[in-house]
């Protein structure tokens, strides 16, 4: 068995401590020799996976899981600058208040294309923006542009949401003494 080349030495490492593998590395360690651990912790008898947000469950899926491309890196450079590009043009249609006037759409059409197209690639901050974006459109009302996002990708924005929504019990006026700070409550 042969672990697919799109995987990094940091996305191996990280497969390896999500799914709590028995596996000893060290950040000396190559991608090859990360990958040469991996299989064979996989040639052993019992390989015990922890639940996780990639969906594996047995040593076979995560055989399977390793075989595949990795799902978080399919775009080629050039694919990525194409997205991005797409990107651009539909930012500068919602920035134009939602006008294909000024844009290099002719009609909702295309418009409506370069969305289904490029949702797929929800892993792209810009995507996920254009998406927002084109969800406020009142052309668009019926239509809801919703970005595919990887198990991973989503479980960093779940984390970095939760961090964002820490709310503050207390403002502390700088220009207050340090001995006799003023403190303002707000309930």
Do not use: A, W
């Not at 030495?9 to 060290?26: C, M, Q």
């Not at 909702?108 to 370069?114: A, E, M």
């Not at 668009?140 to 479980?155: A, C, E, N, T």
């Not at 960093?156 to 403190?183: A, G, Q």
């Amino acid at each position: 068995m042969l672990i697919h080349k799109s995987f990094s030495k940091t996305d191996l490492i990280d497969l390896i401590n999500t799914l709590e593998l028995k596996i000893v590395f060290s950040h000396q360690d190559n991608k090859k020799d990360i990958q040469k651990k991996i299989l064979d912790l996989l040639k052993k008898p019992l390989c015990k996976i922890k639940p996780n947000f990639y969906h594996i469950e047995t040593k076979d899926g995560l055989m399977l899981y390793l075989q595949n491309q990795n799902p978080k890196k399919s775009l080629s450079i050039k694919e990525k600058n194409s997205v991005m590009m797409l990107c651009k043009h539909i930012i500068q249609y919602c920035k134009n208040h939602h006008d294909l006037e000024y844009t290099k759409y002719k009609d909702i059409k295309d418009l409506q294309d370069d969305m289904d197209f490029i949702k797929q690639f929800g892993d792209i901050p810009s995507v996920r923006r254009c998406c927002r974006l084109m969800n406020e459109d009142p052309k668009f009302s019926g239509y809801k542009f919703i970005p595919l996002i990887s198990p991973q990708v989503k479980k960093d924005l779940d984390e970095k949401k939760t961090v964002k929504k820490t709310h503050y019990n207390k403002l502390k006026i700088r220009y207050s003494t340090p001995e006799n700070p003023v403190i303002v409550y707000f309930d």
